[in-house]
């Protein structure tokens, strides 16, 4: 301890002494009775881990070995792959039916050759196999950079180095420097600051932003620097490594003496140390032991909505085809007992069972797998691979989409598992974390209202653009640029004025400063700004006012060399704006000392500043359940002033009758403030004298030393006393800067019909407010808050209350909507997580999902990270509609798991959602695009794509069913097997995928204009049993007419001049023929986007038909047998060949033709009369009706932006009717 | 009865030659294609299209490939049988010739297979051996010194057909036939049809441009263009009775209906 506090810095602080309730210190030493009772407790099943600190050799034997800090998220491992990847193919129904007959086609009971069944199947599942190693090797590569990562260990006799974090193991004393993860669970053993508390970040793991405390024991608090460790050992014995977060049970015996651990001395990986230069831990758990892996549930395979539809096509494909195999199977049994005998040129006498007629029964049944082989062509067998092909595609697309590409960050859109691309066209409901989604979680000071005064000309990101909505719609003029997205762009960064005026005189300015911005301040008004504030008529309120922006805080200031001037590290971003706020008005927060805090005041630009030194006597620190802060501070002249700062209802509550001067006025703001999206904190200060002070802070004392369970409620009853009678100042305006393009983006998308729900770990306030600012929420939509009482009744008692209360909030509620008449009324419901968990339990979840589903915006505060997923399941179960979940931190990786996809936001924060995630951008609002474009997109091109698949396999299998009948079914086919083979593989294959890949219905840009076309997946227009029968309908009339009319025409007499009949090859080559030109006329038909790449498609694949006849007709007749030269020789030169293709191809393609022109012309869907509008440029035509068409496309929303705007117009106009100057404001209720 | 007939056919010792006596019902210009037409016959049947070798066909030192040619792959003492098969072994072996008047009508038997069958399928060193030597015996015999590329009647048959009612090429007759004209068919019924109640036809036909006779190319035809000119006035029809303005903008609003279901 001599020489290591000899070597201490001086500025160090002991923030215990100031903070009331965060550091609370349980060093409590345990004796020994009750520490031999701990033990047993913590030897017992649950409770067995021990480390050894400062020893890990002894964890690299059994019993105390533990997993290393080695993680590993992949599927696969070199080993597994094979089979785990061959099982996982084989899990296809159709890949298994398919395997089962390329071992078959080895028995002669196959009426294929064993290549041609062999070799599509090798294809198929070695495509999908390299798609799936390929993804699981990007997975690990992503593993391998955290595994890397480095961070300092001690490596014996005092000495640190870095270290890899996969080789850190239990018992590893390591020292993790300031902005650096925790590489694993630590147990903290000292810190920077004297008294050995740090500061960390837990955004990754429950989404929270705000600094926690965490601080040691005391006993360790020595063990500040390297050199301590050289003779460090000590025991823990703790509990297994178990998932909850919030809780750790754990003994620390260190010098013979046992202390008992809680979760405040425990830093948890992922989690980032902030504003403590460094921390020395011991590993406690590792790798997948630690907490947040733990939490961490095994990434589940999703499938698609379409998929799974897809696979119940195909049993249906496999029931009929087990159908016509025992239609065929009992056939073949009778021909060949009754017919066969007599059929002399087989020599029934010389039979195998296989054609026995004496054993016909026998034979039937060979003859049914022969069936189920032969007809398997009605399965398409490409269909998974194409679609698999088709995906990684569409996955590209989406990767080099430019326009989901990030500049600032680098980082553009990314698909990480293509399985999900068509179901990003489905979804029906959107859960999004708060910070970092849609917040960039960086505050800025706005606006303030000092003395009733507002001051701050500022606009927040939502008053621009609703005045700007409000001016396009209501001027009634023709928005020349709605075209293109320069609505949405213009935001506060770039300069020139805007002033609207509509019916009700109320004027928007929105005046663009020039001048450079500072981080967090973007506050813009004279009368304040450089000094000019002492002309203002209450400028000692003013003063009062800055000085609480000053002093209020628990931040630590930091010299900036560069700017000259002083950042600030504070716990929660409001109060570094606040900070910043402050400096910028001329009270610069320059140092802290222990007890003290020093502003260099500036009352006017020229003046020089003054340092004045405020005492603080006591911090009264901010907690969820206070929702206030306040400061007892004194000044120069030694006055007591306890100085506040919180949530307007709060503080409203605690003011004197003489501190009420400012309240009307205030609250009025308050009100606009809100409603401009704004975080909103009322300010109030109170003079003590010096006698009351010290009777309060002798009972403070005596609280703050108490120990027991009940010390919190002690304190905050205390802190309670004191924080009465205060004078209302004024209040601050903060806005949570919103990623770019969120309000933009959360309006298109509600256009689009898309529901959207909010799941915050953020406090209430706040959530509701980030809901104004996202126009999720606004003035005159009726709140419905769910909270759970809090009471502090026995355990059992307040959760059975609890319940029944909510139980009694949702009743209610639903009542309410129910009665509710106004078709423009929107409800909100706003339910934070302790009801949450109630109202999550099995008994409740149907009514309050009942209600959510009603309610046109939900927020769910205060929600942990399980409860995000439960949500997500919740919603996803309950309402059977596709959810995506979007987040970015740690925190989301549940409910992004449990969601049908999940997006994960790749933003500055630690990579666990996007690891998880499904498909990643960089920003949120690279959602509507991500889901209005290429969702849709997908969703139709794959929708589309397994219709044709269906129908031209049925096309096709079905005709060699027809051609059974006529072979006394012995299973013979009419085609060659090589045609068979190259029909799914290489002559149909390239048209539908090119389908699947490049189809569109309309452009990308009439798909973010007509966001409501985005229905058309969520409602499955173009996947519903209808379209699907429809398809399969057509292929069934496909088949009838390829085989007949063609073996009608060319029937028993000579098909050619030459006098030649047509045998088995010609017929079956013609037919052939005509299906490779009815199906892919078909699918020229169903295409409404052509590029070269189609038609080369499409028509290269008929043309590689006839290269191919030509050249397999040159190969050796051995191989050909019957069709040597068919073509040149014996088809080509007939014309009733060329014929005979026209009119079946013709005869084919008609139903569907009459059908597509049947409904364009009397029942056109909406892509439908937007292809014509564009086709025929209508839209640069007629402006006004495109726009027109534009506006009534939208889908009826109650959130958005769109909706404010309606609902604000009405508003006008119902003020108008009224004909009477209201000034209140509609407050929610 | 059926049973009579089939010891009838199968009795070598019988002669079958019998006559049919045909008029040609309007003028036929040369070529005038003969063909003979089987009912019942299941040439298309697995067992039957597979039982063949093409590599003992073209190839004199592959006589012994008679792997799919069971149950006609060998005799008895092991020596190959070409060709091997079930489908040369029931060879066709119906014999006609025709007589109009006093003159004989020549039946050209060349050139009634393709000719890459003649030149590439079946060797011209190629010879038949052991050829229905077995105790069973199908159709057919072969002169054991012709080349099967000679053999035209057994390529064509070779040829399998894809329906139970065929015809095949016999041969051609090289002279003009009129109105009238009164044709004697002597021919040796051989072949047994018999046993599985099959029709034996012979057909004299000359072909067009499109080939032999057939009405349901016109038939197929015409109703489809019947079907296209249908449904073009019932468009046309029902457009101008109900029409929609191509790019009507109140189609639109349908948006709201869909979405409100």
Redesign the interface.
């Known amino acids: 301890m001599g020489r290591g506090g000899a070597r201490r810095r001086r500025e160090r602080l002991r923030w215990s002494k100031l903070y009331s309730f965060a550091c609370i210190r349980p060093s409590v030493l345990l004796d020994a009775d009750a520490a031999a009772a701990a033990a047993d407790s913590l030897g017992g099943p649950g409770f067995s881990r021990i480390v050894h600190c400062n020893q890990p050799r002894l964890h690299r034997k059994k019993p105390l070995k533990y997993p290393t800090n080695y993680i590993s998220t992949t599927k696969y491992n070199i080993l597994t792959f094979l089979p785990k990847a061959l099982f996982e193919q084989f899990r296809r129904v159709a890949n298994l039916y398919f395997l089962l007959a390329a071992i078959l086609s080895l028995t002669p009971v196959t ?1 294929f050759s064993a290549v041609s069944m062999i070799a599509p199947l090798a294809f198929v599942v070695g495509l999908s196999m390299a798609k799936e190693a390929l993804e699981d090797w990007r997975r690990f590569m992503q593993d391998m950079k955290v595994n890397s990562r480095k961070v300092g260990v001690h490596k014996g006799d005092g000495q640190f180095g870095y270290k890899h974090w996969q080789k850190i193991r239990v018992g590893d004393v390591v020292k993790v420097e300031k902005d650096q993860f925790f590489p694993a669970d630590l147990l903290l053993l000292s810190s920077s600051y004297e008294d050995g508390i740090c500061y960390v970040e837990t955004m990754n793991l429950d989404g929270e932003t705000n600094l926690k405390v965490k601080r040691s024991l005391e006993i360790t608090l020595q063990l500040d620097e390297d050199e301590a460790f050289r003779d460090f050992t000590a025991t823990i014995r703790c509990e297994d490594p178990n998932p909850s977060l919030y809780t750790f049970v754990g003994n620390f015996e260190y010098e013979r003496q046992v202390y008992a651990l809680d979760p405040n001395q425990i830093l948890l990986r992922d989690s980032k140390l902030r504003n403590t230069s460094y921390v020395y831990g011991v590993v406690i758990f590792t790798g997948h032991d630690s907490k947040v892996m733990q939490n961490a549930t095994k990434s589940p395979s999703k499938r698609s909505r379409i998929e799974r539809k897809m696979d119940k096509i195909i049993y249906i494909l496999f029931t009929l085809l087990v159908l016509i195999s025992l239609i065929s199977s009992i056939g073949f049994a009778l021909k060949t007992k009754y ?1 066969m005998p ?6 029934p006498q ?2 195998t069972n ?2 026995d007629p004496s054993k016909s029964l026998i034979s039937g049944i060979f003859h049914l797998v022969t069936a189920l082989i032969l007809y398997g062509y009605l399965i398409p067998i490409s269909l998974y691979v194409s679609i698999e092909v088709v995906k990684v595609l569409q996955a590209m697309f989406i990767n080099h989409d430019l326009l989901m590409y990030d500049e600032d960050t680098g980082n553009p859109a990314q698909a990480r598992t293509s399985n999900l691309n068509e179901e990003l066209g489905q979804v029906h409901t959107i859960l999004s974390d708060k910070t970092g989604t849609l917040t960039c979680n960086q505050m800025d000071f706005l606006k303030c209202s000092i003395a009733g005064v507002s001051y701050g000309r500022g606009s927040s990101e939502v008053e621009i653009a609703a005045a700007k909505q409000i001016a396009s719609e209501a001027s009634g003029t023709a928005d020349q640029n709605s075209n293109d997205p320069d609505l949405w762009e213009n935001n506060r960064g770039d300069s020139g004025s805007l002033e609207i005026e509509i019916e009700g005189g109320i004027t928007y300015s929105v005046e663009k400063a020039a001048k450079s911005k500072i981080k967090g301040f973007s506050f813009e008004d004279d009368r304040l700004m450089h000094g000019n504030w002492t002309k203002e008529p209450n400028a000692a309120t003013i003063i009062l006012f800055f000085r609480i922006l000053a002093l209020c805080q628990t931040a630590i200031p930091e010299f900036n060399e560069e700017t000259g001037s002083f950042n600030y590290e504070a716990e929660s971003p409001d109060e570094g704006a606040f900070l910043v706020a402050a400096r910028e008005f001329g009270f610069e927060f320059c140092k802290r000392t222990q007890s003290s805090v020093f502003i260099r005041e500036r009352y006017s630009s020229s003046e020089h500043p003054i340092e004045r030194e405020f005492k603080i006597l006591n911090l009264l620190e901010f907690s969820s359940k206070r929702k206030r802060m306040s400061v007892i501070v004194r000044d120069e002249s030694g006055q007591i002033l306890l100085l506040c700062k919180g949530a307007d209802s709060i503080i409203f509550d605690r003011l004197s009758k003489n501190g009420r001067t400012y309240e009307a006025e205030t609250s009025k703001h308050l009100n606009e403030y809100g409603e401009a999206g704004l975080r909103t904190l009322a300010l109030a200060y109170r003079v003590l004298e010096e006698s009351e002070y010290s009777a309060w802070n002798g009972e403070f004392f005596k609280a703050k030393t108490s120990i027991g369970s009940d010390r919190e409620s002690h304190l905050e009853r205390v802190s309670d006393l004191i924080e009465r009678e205060l004078i209302l100042i004024g209040a601050t305006a903060v806005e949570d800067k919103l990623q770019r393009g969120v309000p933009q983006c959360i309006d298109k998308l509600a256009q689009a ?1 898309l529901k959207i729900w909010v799941l915050t770990g953020d406090k209430m306030e706040t959530a509701i407010n980030i809901g104004y600012a996202c126009s999720l929420l606004r003035q005159g939509m009726k709140q419905i808050c769910l909270s759970a009482t809090n009471n502090d009744l026995l355990a059992q008692d307040a959760k059975k209350a609890g319940k029944e209360s909510l139980l009694m909030q949702i009743t209610n509620a639903l009542q309410m909507v129910k009665l509710e008449k106004d078709p423009h009324a929107a409800f909100a419901l706003i339910i934070d997580g302790k009801a949450l968990t109630y109202a999550l339990e099995e008994d409740m979840k149907d009514q309050f999902l009942s209600l959510a589903v009603n309610c046109a915006s939900v927020i769910c505060c205060r929600v942990s990270p399980k409860q995000k997923a439960l949500v997500t399941r919740l919603v996803k179960e309950g309402t059977g509609k596709t959810t995506l979940a979007i987040g970015d931190g740690a925190n989301d990786v549940g409910m992004i798991q449990e969601a049908d996809i999940g997006v994960g936001i790749s933003g500055v924060e630690g990579m666990q959602a996007v690891m998880a995630s499904d498909f990643s951008i960089s920003q949120f609002r690279f959602l509507e695009r991500l889901l209005v474009v290429h969702g849709h997109w997908c969703y139709k091109r794959i929708a589309q794509m397994i219709c044709y698949f269906f129908y031209k396999n049925i096309a096709f299998g079905l005709t060699i069913f027809y ?1 059974e009948a ?3 079914f ?3 086919s ?1 085609y060659d097997d090589w045609y068979m083979l190259l029909f799914n593989v290489v002559l149909t294959s390239l048209p539908v995928i090119s389908l699947g890949v490049f189809e569109q219905d309309v452009s990308s840009e009439v798909c973010l204009q007509f966001p ?1 076309l985005y ?1 058309q997946g969520p ?1 499955n ?1 173009f996947f519903d049993w209808y379209r699907i029968f429809g398809w399969m309908g057509n292929g069934l009339y496909s088949s009838l007419v390829i085989f007949f ?1 063609t ?3 060319i ?18 080559t013609t037919m052939f023929t005509c299906i490779i030109w009815a199906v892919n006329v078909q699918i020229a038909l169903t295409m409404s986007h052509f590029t070269w790449i189609q038609h080369v498609f499409v028509w290269g694949s008929i043309i590689t038909w006839y290269l191919f006849l030509i050249a397999y007709g040159m190969s050796s ?2 191989i050909s ?2 069709n ?2 068919i073509l040149l ?2 088809l080509g030169p ?3 060949y060329w ?2 293709t026209l ?1 079946v191809a ?2 084919c393609n ?1 139903p569907y033709l ?1 059908h597509i ?2 409904q364009r ?2 029942n ?3 892509h ?3 292809q ?2 564009k ?2 440029k ?1 839209d640069v035509e007629d402006q006004n ?1 495109w726009k ?2 534009r506006s ?2 939208r ?2 929303t109650k959130i958005g932006f769109t909706a404010r705007v309606d609902a604000k117009i009405r508003q006008l106009k119902g003020k108008l009717h009224r004909k009477a100057p209201s000034s209140t404001v509609q407050t929610s209720t | 009865m059926a049973n009579d007939k089939v010891a009838y056919v199968q009795n070598e010792g019988i002669d079958k030659t019998c006559t049919r006596i045909l008029t040609v019902p309007k003028d036929m210009g040369r ?1 005038i ?1 003969v ?1 003979y ?1 089987l009912d019942n ?2 040439q ?6 597979r039982s063949q070798n ?2 003992q066909l ?1 190839d004199a030192g592959k006589a012994n490939y008679t792997s799919d040619c ?3 792959k060998k005799t008895s003492d092991g020596s190959p049988i070409v060709p091997c098969g ?1 489908i040369a ?2 060879l066709f072996n119906d014999t006609y010739s025709f007589v109009r008047g006093n003159e004989n009508l020549a039946v050209n038997k060349k050139g ?6 003649r030149e ?2 079946f060797g011209k060193d190629v010879y038949p051996k052991n050829f229905q030597n077995g105790t ?1 015996i ?2 057919g015999k072969l002169d054991p010194n012709k080349p099967l590329s000679e053999q035209e009647d057994l390529i064509v048959w070779m ?11 016999y041969g ?1 007759i090289e002279t003009d036939l009129k109105e009238n004209d009164t044709i004697t068919v002597t021919l040796e019924n051989n072949y ?1 049809a018999y ?3 099959g029709k034996k036809k012979l057909v004299l ?1 000359t ?8 009405d ?2 016109g038939f ?2 015409l109703s ?1 263009g019947g ?2 000119f249908f ?1 073009a006035t019932a ?1 046309t029809l ?2 101008m009775i ?1 029409p ?1 303005k ?4 109140l ?6 209906n ?2 409100d ?1």
């Open positions: 009426p017919g007599h059929w002399w040129y087989l020599q010389n039979t296989l054609f019909g051609f006529y072979t006394g012995s299973g013979q009419v409501a229905q409602k227009v009319l073996i009608g025409i029937y028993d007499q000579s098909f050619r001049a030459g006098g030649q009949t047509a045998d088995m090859a010609a017929v079956g007749p051995l047998g019957n040597y030269q020789e014996a007939a014309p009733i014929f005979v009119v013709a005869a008609i009459a022109s049947f012309q009397w056109p869907l909406d439908h009369v937007i014509e509008i086709y025929y209508k009706m027109r068409e009534k496309a889908q009826e | 070529p294609y063909y037409q016959f299941y298309n049947h697995r067992r039957y299209v093409d590599a073209r069971a149950p006609e079930l072994w029931s009634i297979s393709w000719k890459s069958d590439h399928k069973l199908g159709g040829r399998t057909a894809a329906l139970p009612t065929f015809r095949k090429l051609k047994n046993s599985f109640s036909s072909t067009s441009w499109l080939g032999g006779k057939n349901f190319l197929a035809y489809f079907l296209c449904l468009f029902a457009y109900n929609r191509l790019e009507d903008p189609s639109l609003s349908r948006t709201k869909l979405l279901h």
